[in-house]
């Protein structure tokens, strides 16, 4: 045996993918420590490199990982098994709907006992096609020695576009386990896709040639708002999707922000004469339930083929990275330096005004509150909405973002996932003032991890939007059912002495002359605070239920 050999450094295979994760630059870690998942724990706290956030469910955990992995490049979930894996399944579709890449680990029972129906403690049946079903990809690690590639790969998988969560499950007995240090620590290099160079110039032809063209930016196109920016500033009209929000700022002239529902926008993208849909899927909330109008001459641009007609037919289909795309669109017409349109620009600016004041007429006092939080926000500041009516309304389309990545929200319009999503947010944006505002229904399914934000001293303001109900199901239930009003009532606790009982600052919200001095106080204290809207108090928030086809 060489000197060499002899002198290799064992570490526990829990150890091993802890050092994998320090080599990606991961500085947190959200999870609930389990007797099936304390190896790789245990190993995080030993090297004190990595912050371990201890959420209070493994929900809360997951969503954590999803927002922060929204802005690291790579979040990261630690979970135990059985009935612990299955609580984060709600938190990695919602990943899978926003794309984020998340590494979810979570434990298993010893390999001796695996797949034998045994009852044994946490142990569950068919872990792996749970995991399957709500993630993008899932692998099981049965042998000490390959644990450290499969890691890579799962790294790999999750951070590769369109991007996702991956699961990987380890028995407890191989995170356990000795062995050598393996070499396969350091980072891969990203696998890139190729772009074709000729269909990126058919693509600049077509839109030199445009008259009226409208680009319909997405969540795939966060990355591109440079691109995005000098696209506008030749001429070219921007919408975007709640996610892409802030990629054009919207005090851009020929931004249409997120009003693609408004009649007025409606007509501009059925009058267009080329439309380009970058790394947006056309959810369905955002096009009427696929019965928005889209004009005859659509191009899709997306790394995923996958994409391609998924919503609506599309004429082009242009495969790869939609900032190296836009990037090159961008060159090519610069090039021909294609002239600003003034007479539409003028057009464009009076649809967006009318949308504006469409809204804030339905908004009645909330207007203001969402004025008000514009003005309280710091301009690196965060806001994250749950989904609830005021996210859905103000919260979504009113509010003005000039960056992305400032509005945070689920993509699978699940409740409940404002708060964990705050808390990562915060924690992936050390120095930056994060504002969530959440319902008093979605609020009490992740109620403990108030209890997280305090422990970590995170600096947050929920303004908490009390209306006592479900007041989305209000809407929907007015608008489809008859106005038969059935099960959205919900006994709420006083939320300000809970706050306080969970040692933050609290505070009640009644009056709409005291919106802005109330939020600024809110905002300028240092760590987390809670702001209880009274929706009884201020009036009522006009909502009809989201635009769809008419089902009942």
């Not at 997306?302 to 289909?317: E, G, L, Q, V």
């Not at 005004?353 to 710091?378: C, H, I, N, T």
Request: glycine share 10%.
């Amino acid at each position: 045996m060489s000197i060499e050999t002899a002198m290799k450094e064992k570490v526990t295979v829990g150890e091993a993918i802890v050092r994998v994760l320090e080599a990606y630059g991961v500085n947190a870690v959200y999870g609930v420590i389990s007797i099936h998942n304390l190896p790789i724990a245990d190993a995080i706290g030993r090297r004190g490199k990595i912050r371990f956030v201890p959420a209070r469910g493994e929900a809360g955990a997951a969503a954590m990982a999803d927002t922060h992995g929204r802005f690291s490049g790579l979040g990261v979930a630690l979970t135990s098994t059985g009935a612990g894996a299955g609580n984060a399944a709600g938190a990695l579709m919602e990943a899978m709907n926003a794309g984020a890449p998340l590494l979810h680990i979570t434990g298993q029972v010893e390999r001796e006992y695996l797949d034998r129906d045994a009852s044994f403690i946490h142990e569950t049946r068919d872990q792996m096609s749970l995991l399957r079903g709500c993630s993008k990809a899932a692998y099981r690690i049965l042998y000490p020695e390959q644990a450290v590639a499969i890691v890579q790969r799962a790294i790999q998988e999750a951070a590769r576009q369109p991007c996702g969560p991956v699961s990987i499950e380890i028995p407890i007995d191989v995170q356990a386990r000795q062995i050598e240090l393996p070499c396969l620590l350091e980072p891969l290099p990203a696998a890139r896709q190729a772009m074709d160079e000729a269909a990126v110039e058919a693509l600049a032809r077509r839109l030199r040639s445009a008259k009226r063209p409208v680009l319909w930016v997405g969540g795939g196109a966060l990355a591109a708002a440079d691109a995005v920016r000098r696209l506008a500033d030749l001429g070219v009209a921007v919408v975007s999707s709640t996610h892409g929000r802030g990629i054009l700022p919207d005090s851009h002239p020929r931004s249409l922000r997120a009003f693609h529902n408004d009649a007025g926008v409606a007509g501009l993208l059925s009058q267009s004469d080329l439309l380009i849909v970058a790394g947006s899927r056309l959810r369905s909330n955002e096009t009427s339930t696929y019965s928005l109008a889209l004009p005859a001459s659509c191009v899709q641009i997306d790394i995923d083929p996958a994409a391609c007609n998924r919503n609506y037919p599309m004429d082009t289909f242009v495969l790869g990275d939609c900032s190296q795309v836009l990037t090159c669109l961008a060159d090519r017409l610069e090039k021909g330096q294609r002239p600003g349109i003034t007479a539409r620009d003028q057009a464009l600016a009076a649809v967006v005004a009318d949308a504006e004041k469409a809204l804030r007429e339905q908004l009645g006092p909330y207007a203001a509150l969402s004025d008000a939080v514009r003005a309280a926000l710091p301009e690196d500041g965060i806001f994250v909405r749950d989904i609830t009516m005021s996210g859905s309304t103000w919260g979504s389309r009113l509010l003005g973002f000039e960056r992305p990545l400032r509005n945070v929200h689920s993509l699978a319009g699940a409740i409940g996932l404002g708060l964990p999503h705050a808390i990562g947010c915060a924690i992936a944006n050390p120095g930056r003032k994060v504002l969530a505002v959440i319902g008093d229904g979605g609020l009490m399914l992740n109620l403990g991890e108030f209890a997280t934000a305090v422990q970590e001293n995170l600096d947050i303001v929920f303004l908490v939007m009390n209306d006592a109900g479900y007041g989305v199901m209000r809407g929907i239930q007015k608008k489809y059912f008859g106005d038969r009003q059935y099960y959205n009532q919900l006994h709420a606790p006083d939320f300000v002495k809970l706050g306080e009982s969970m040692g933050m600052r609290a505070c009640k919200l009644d009056a709409i002359e005291n919106f802005r001095s109330v939020l600024d106080e809110a905002v300028q204290h240092a760590g987390p605070a809670l702001v209880e809207v009274d929706m009884a108090a201020i009036g009522p928030l006009n909502f009809a239920g989201p635009p769809q086809k008419k089902l009942y």
